[in-house]
């Protein structure tokens, strides 16, 4: 049987799914239907403003991480496309505070450029605008145009925003992100391919005895297929090749996101902590904090990304400051 | 193609996800492998304890919401089969404190019986148990055996928390959950079935045309069929139910857990808390506080039910009583 989804209009889908966050968050986040923005309810007074964005399908990415402690804005786009360099300036506009406002960019041709036109476009209204760009995915950064971002945009999002909380500058704000990025690894496998909201037909098929290994957040094929096995196996191959990269060894630490692409459940992404966790110890690493749960998906795709973040004392004070947002809140 | 899971042995399912569910929150939460237990890593002193727990299958229920401000200890049985009452009463000598334990116990022939015979035991070592017994599913409520027990419990587990940790007496907390079981109904839909984890087979099939009316949490046939077609329509046949039952009406204010049963995705759930809301404005109800994500789940089950509680401001007061569990933080 084609998959069906719980949708109306697909062409509706994302201003009725932001209407919908509004409307359960009305104590953090307002909708501006024009720009398809989600912004804090209470815009911050006197701080870096942060902003991030990119094409639907990912939710709760972006939407669901504004709020105190984490962004200012969030932008959305199309299902997979990227918002227009309009809407990121109307949401620049409106993250800016007077000190300046960082772009959280994931590496994707169509947000870099349109990020970068925003930010063209705010300095002519005299805000200052810099900008991260995450490119975590370990599968892809041999390519020419590096890795795609992924899971890590969650951990830069969230020490970001806490550093902007605590009142550093923009440049504070944005060195720290870059060496979050720097630090950051991520690798993603799939036991189903995703479907677009209101089409039935996932956007390739898997042979039952092969999992899809780094794939990315767009539906897109990955770059090798493997053996569907046990479940301690498969992550065993994203998380050797993350310490190799990351030169991770004994004494080091690291902050472990185990995130579902879309439709693993909790039991697997448990499952899937336990042996992260097995893994590191084997090495000497110790995991400092853990998230574990569905943060940055690809709609409808079951699989899982892991993504170690290589953490100090300094990073693990802005990972533990409060946040308080629809999706992350401690 | 059959289904596939991210799973070891399915026999070791549950410990294995226990103990990973310990390794990512271990300053809130530890893990009891001799009862398959979890328990607040810091015990409570000298409040009412807090004991839930049933067949396993419904993650993040009930180990996900052991913390300050809700559960004190979680027992955890098989796939959808309820523990035993000796794993129960071990869980009830550790949930208490020296003020008695409240059970909170989902309406199932298994559980009822064992969480009562675990009382009887712990009665033997002194130690004074209440039960408050959750049937909130509409679909069901005309069964001889009354209405299972499904997301409601969120409900009680967390208002009777906040009361249990303000300091009110077994009785009153045990009263508190009545009432809130008194003004809670629930139904639920499903586009898919679930599968036993590490079974690739569906426990029923649907017809393309048509969605499944009234499931419940343990992978069951619902109690009729209803045309699939837009989510907005899906969502009026769920919530216009609750109201009549209810009774609610102009004036009235309540709780809406928008709840997904395993694999539905974000956006979706936004789309039906979205409907949600405007059809209960179009009939003068208020919704006071949402919440919107995948709490009470059938394993993989693609489907989701919505929960009202009746609320009043008393009510609220505990809703918004912080509360730190891995799973509900606020």
Redesign the interface.
């Given at each position: 049987?084609?998959r069906?989804?719980?949708?109306?209009?697909p062409d509706h889908?994302?201003p009725?799914?932001?209407?919908?966050?509004e409307?359960?968050?009305p104590s953090l986040v307002r909708w501006d239907p024009g720009a398809n923005l989600i912004l804090r309810h209470s815009p911050a007074v006197h701080k870096v403003g942060l902003i991030s964005g990119g094409g639907?399908?990912h939710?709760?990415l972006h939407a669901?991480f504004v709020g105190t402690g984490m962004l200012d804005v969030a932008v959305a786009g199309a299902v997979f496309a990227s918002p227009t360099a309009l809407q990121i300036q109307t949401g620049t506009v409106a993250a800016d505070s007077g000190r300046g406002v960082l772009q959280v960019v994931k590496n994707y041709t169509g947000d870099v450029l349109n990020f970068q036109i925003a930010a063209e476009l705010a300095a002519e209204d005299h805000i200052e605008v810099q900008s991260v760009r995450v490119d975590d995915d370990l599968a892809t950064r041999p390519s020419l145009v590096g890795g795609r971002g992924t899971a890590a945009v969650i951990a830069v999002e969230k020490v970001c925003g806490a550093a902007a909380e605590l009142g550093a500058d923009l440049a504070q704000v944005a060195d720290l992100g870059r060496r979050v990025v720097s630090r950051s690894r991520t690798l993603s496998l799939a036991?189903?391919a995703c479907a677009h909201?209101g089409s039935g037909t996932p956007a390739f098929?898997?042979p039952?005895d092969l999992v899809e290994f780094g794939v990315g957040i767009h539906g897109e094929r990955g770059v090798s297929r493997m053996p569907?096995g046990?479940?301690?196996d498969?992550v065993d191959q994203l998380v050797d090749p993350l310490l190799a990269d990351l030169e991770l060894g004994s004494g080091d630490a690291v902050v472990a996101i185990?995130n579902g692409l879309?439709?693993?459940?909790?039991?697997?992404?448990?499952?899937?902590?336990?042996?992260t966790?097995h893994r590191l110890a084997d090495r000497g690493v110790s995991?400092a904090r853990?998230l574990?749960g569905?943060f940055v998906?690809s709609?409808?795709m079951?699989g899982?990304s892991i993504t170690l973040v290589h953490s100090d004392d300094a990073f693990l004070r802005l990972w533990d400051a409060p946040v308080?947002t629809p999706n992350l809140?401690?």
């Open positions: 049987m084609n069906r989804h719980l949708v109306n209009d889908v994302i009725e799914a932001l209407e919908g966050l409307l359960s968050h639907s399908g939710e709760p669901g036991l189903e909201p098929e898997l039952a569907y046990p479940a301690d498969l185990v879309g439709t693993l459940y909790p039991l697997e992404l448990s499952l899937a902590a336990r042996r966790h995991v853990s574990v569905s998906t709609v409808d079951k899982l308080r809140t401690w």
